[in-house]
Every structure is written in structure tokens, then in C-alpha cells.
């Protein structure tokens, strides 16, 4: 019977514990249910704000800007990778730092030429402050950060050593014949020049990755976890010529500096597809140097004055009002129309039309022109209008100017109006869209648009061509255009450009001297100008060249201003063509071969195989194969000459790829 008692008592315990056991388990779970409920219900975002958006972050991956190169590649503007360099203190053993920051600090003095002294203050007082993010340096080359992190303590890397490595691109000009006004920029905000015109194709396509949040201020990137790999921009070739380009900047450089002009500009584009191959802009600087900093071809509209008398001429003689055998009486060179005092500054008497572009008279171009249009302007404007004359230019390039050019309907027109349109004034227009006209007579009246784009290119596949791009098919008949080449060859032979001619090289061309902000007090204003295209018999490249603000003293006619840049910049763009060019016209500097920078090719690993770099740039190559993700060991600088493993040879991401360069 007791053991019966005792066996009903360890049940009942028994019994009671599993109860209790039960009744807790039941609270647990009704606890945790009632929690699980609660987060998916209430407190999600809470919990996502509170511990995920606050301490991590998706932040943007910058993708490289592909390269503008010149027509031959040679690169105008490239991307080059930077280093920047930041410490985690807390990953660093005190037995490490302590054996080793004395090497260290050593190191970074030689590099830096800071005192060691300052280096061990500032990371003592970072590791006591465990900093794990801390700035060393920013914007180290590759050959700097290849002998950073071989010092002591980084040499262990980031896990060991906390060597942090931050990698940015940054855009760099190539050559200093292209200045910023051309090449342009793009900062997201404000674009110009070739790099806004291209924009599309150079940017890219930005990645991200995550990042963690170190303390209030400052942010670790993960670099092992990127959301989404950046894509890198195209290569863009441009239709500049580097030899063209230079010839042009040192001819315009030279005759701004010896007539003491505020700035100038040359245009010079091939005739048959409208290929810009050069473009200067230079402008005196606060400090009286030349530089290009603004765009004066495409920004600035501009009344062009005598070079506009062929546009207005050739209306005429398409609509054959005038011919080889029209003659006009000049009188004395002064005529007063519709109470418009209008003068010549070359002679008088009787001008047959040759003559009257040749010696680019006012009074002339005014009586002819009025004397066909003044009852129907609009018929004179119509010719303007089908030669694109009215319209804003539809080039790459932004900030190009709409011209403006006084019509009947304007408040400002008047009885004498029409006159002063004939001869360059009443209209402003900028200089690409006036070169653009020339170029079409030279090329026998079929205008095109001007290009600045050659090709694209990625990863070395070809993705887009330029193609010539017709904007009037025929301009004026066969006849109009033939009688103007030959005026203007006059012009050059025995006209306003005869400081220019040369029997050896024939060109064809106008001068232009137009006053400006002539309505303000104070001395008087020019700008100088000449127009053409070479060889008149057979044209290549037309030319056009203005300078303003020339030192009125020393000069300020087209004809002994402008024309000089235009005769040099022909000749010298012809030494690669068979001509008996005369030698005074090739005795100043030569074209700095130097500047043609060697383009930056682009390597890929395709299929796994290791591809050819022999005879290509070390500095350029070496980050490219690093950024793939390969280990690479180099001895020398320069060109790489020697390469192991061979083109072809299956590679994996943990061989190590070692290179031999000229040293």
C-alpha cells in the first residue's frame, strides 16, 4: 500500500511539472506569435528604418567616361582612374601597428614629405579614437597607390591591415591645343562643348553599392556586395584633325598677340562631308595670355559685314539680275540712300561684279541689291531662307545661337535696311552657320550640315558612323556658283586679299572689316574676318577666320588682320599634299608631335583568355586588368613589353598576370 501511495505522489508531481511545462510553452508561443503578428502588422518599416536604412545604404557606383578621341585617336580627353586612401584602425592588432608604425610613418614621410612625427600623432589619436573610416589621401595615380599599399601595415590589406582603397575617375585633357571653351564639359547641371554635344554616349550607365554607416558623418563601403555593376561609357572619335587642330591655334595664337586683339576664332572644315577638322577659340586672359574658354563660333552671334556681301551677291546672281558683264558706278565711294550716308573704304568709279567683291565696296553691294529688291525684299530674304539663313543650326554641339535677321515685319526695318543687310550689317549670325555657307559654294552649291562626330565605339566595336548630311542640295545654279568662285578668286589674286596671294597655292576668299557697338561713345571697334576656301580650283578645306578687337594702331582690316591666319593655316594643311608651297609660308613652328597622346585601348577578357597587350601603355593597361578583377605584377614604366601568360591562354581570376615594361 505505501507503494502505491509513493507511486500516486511522483504521478501527481509528475503530472504537475508537465502541466506547468505545458501552460509556460503555451505562453512562450502565444508571446512569439503575438510578436510575429505584431511586425508583419504594425512595426515593419519601424524596425526597417530604425536598423537597415540607418546603418546601410544603396549609394551610386560611378561608371567611366569613355574617351574623346581625334580623328587620327589620338585622345582629347580621357578618364583616369584616382586612388583614394582611407584607414580602419579597428582591424589592426596592436601587436601589428605597434611593431610596425614606426616603418610606416617612415614610409608615408619619404612619400609625402610630411614629418613622421606628424603621421604617428594623427594615428595614434585615430586608433584611440577606433576610427574605422579615416581619410589618408586622396587622388593618388596608379604607379602612387601601387607603392602605398606595399608600405608596412597596408601591405596586409584590409582585413589585417585596414587599407581601405576608394577608386574614382576623373577627366583629363590630353593636349593644351584644345582648351575648355571646345572640349566642353559636363557636370550633370551644365553641359558644352564636345563633351556635352556627346554626353549621351561618353557618360555611361552609373552602378551602386552598398555602404555602412561608420559613425554620424561617415560611410564604409562593402565592397565585396555591389547591387549592380556600372557599365562604361563609349569611346567617341571626333572629326578634329590634332595636325589641322595645331596648325590653326598657333597661326591664330601668333597674329593675336601682334595686333593685341581681345580674342579670335578659326573654323576650318573639309568641303565634301562638312567635317570640322579644326576649331580655336582663344580669348586674352586677366593675366594677357591666349586661352580657349569660350566658344565664339557657335555662341556668339556676331554682324559679320563684308563677308556676308557674297551671300548677297550670289541671291543675285542666281536670280540672274547680274552677271560677268554687270557693272556699277561706285562714284567716290560715298552714296546716300533712303538718308543712309554709305561709303567705301577702297577707291571709286566703275566696278564690273568681280570687282565689286574684290574690292569688297559697300556702296556697290547696296546699289545692286536695291536696285533689284527694294520693291520685293522678300524675294532677297527667300534665298536667305532656303540657305538655312533664318534658322538655328541643328548641330551636336548645345548653346549654339538662333541668327537674327531683319525682316519687313520687324519694328526695326526701314527704307534702309535692305542696304545695310546687302552689305553685313541689320543681321547677327554666328560664325559656324557664315562658314557653313562658304563651305557650300565650295562645294559647287551643295551645302552640309558641319560635323564633329566621326564614329563610336565600344569596346572596340564599331556602333555608329558619320555620314555627310545634306542641308540645301543645290544653293544656286551651276552658273552663280562658278561666277562666285571665280570673284572670289579675284578677291585673293588682286582684291582686299592680295597680301595673301601666292602663285604656287590658289585661294579663293573675301575679307571682311565690320564695326561693332559703333552706337556707344568712345574709340571705334572692329572686327576682322576672312572667309574662303582652298585650292579654288579644287577645293579641300574651307576656312574661316575672325579676330576682334585688334589694336586699331597696328591694324585692323580683314585683308591685313585676318587673311595672314587664313594663308598660313592653307599652306602648312597642305605639306602632306604634293605642292610647291613657297617656303615663307612654312618657317614657323612645326606641329608638336608630342601632344598626339597615344590612345588609351581598352582591355577586355573575352571567353576567359588573356588578351594581347604587348605595345600598349603600362599605366593604361595595368588598372584596366585590376579592375577585371586580376592580380598583375609589373617591373619598368612605359610601353609593356613582354607579357605572361601569352595572348590566348586560358586565365582565371586568382592567376597572377605579370608584366615587363620599358624601364
Known sequence: MQKQNDYDNKRKKTLRWGYLFAVVALCVFALFFGRIVMLQNTNVQEIKDDYINNNYRTATLKAAR???????????????????????FKTIRD???????????????????????????????????????????????????????????????KNKGGFIVDRNYKRELATSEIGSGTIGMDNGQYSSGLEGAFSKYLRGTDGKRLEQRINSSQWKPIDYWKVEEPVDGQDVYTTIDLRIQDIAHSALEKQLINFEAKHGTVIVMEVETGKVRALVNLQKDDEGEYVDSYNYAIKDNIEPGSTFKVISLLAAMDDGFIDEKTTVNVGNGIWSYAKQRITDGHGGGTYDISDVLAKSSNVGTAKLITQYYADKPQIFLDHLKRWKLFDKMDIELPGITKPRILTPKSKSWNAATLASIGYGYATNINLLQLATFYNGVANKGKMVKPLFIDKIMQNGKLTFEAQPQVMVKKMASEKAIQMMTSALTKAVEKGTGRSIFTPNLKMAGKTGTARFEYWLPGPMKYRASFAGFYPADN?????????????????????????????????????????????????????????????????????????????????????????????????????????????GTIISKNQRIYLSLQN
Not at 569613355?66 to 580602419?88: E, P
Not at 611593431?99 to 594615428?123: C, Q, V
Not at 599652306?571 to 612654312?586: D, V
Open 66 to 88: 569613355g574617351n574623346l578621341f581625334a580623328a587620327d585617336g589620338s585622345i582629347l580627353a580621357t578618364t583616369v582612374m584616382r586612388y583614394d586612401i582611407y584607414l580602419d
Open 95 to 157: 601587436t601589428v601597428y605597434t611593431n610596425n608604425i614606426g616603418a610606416l610613418t617612415d614610409s608615408l614621410s619619404k612619400m609625402f614629405g610630411k614629418p613622421r612625427a606628424e603621421y604617428r600623432k594623427r594615428f595614434d589619436e585615430q586608433r584611440k579614437k577606433v576610427n574605422q573610416y579615416y581619410s589618408l589621401v586622396k587622388g593618388l595615380d596608379f604607379d602612387q597607390y601601387d607603392r602605398i599599399r606595399k608600405f608596412p601595415i597596408f601591405k596586409r590589406g
Open 539 to 647: 577645293p579641300k578645306y574651307t576656312c574661316y577666320v575672325m579676330i576682334s578687337e585688334p589694336n586699331v594702331s597696328k591694324g585692323f582690316y580683314g585683308g591685313t588682320v585676318s587673311a595672314p591666319v587664313f594663308k598660313e593655316i592653307a599652306g602648312k594643311t597642305f605639306l602632306k599634299t604634293p605642292q610647291n608651297i613657297e617656303k615663307e609660308m612654312l618657317v614657323d613652328r612645326k606641329v608638336n608631335l608630342n601632344k598626339m597622346v597615344a590612345p588609351n585601348v581598352k582591355v577586355a577578357v573575352n571567353n576567359k583568355q588573356m588578351p594581347g597587350v604587348v605595345g600598349l601603355i603600362g599605366k593604361n593597361v595595368i588598372p584596366q586588368l585590376e579592375n577585371l578583377g586580376y592580380r598583375v605584377e609589373f617591373k619598368g614604366v612605359g610601353r609593356i613589353k613582354e607579357q605572361f601568360p601569352l595572348e
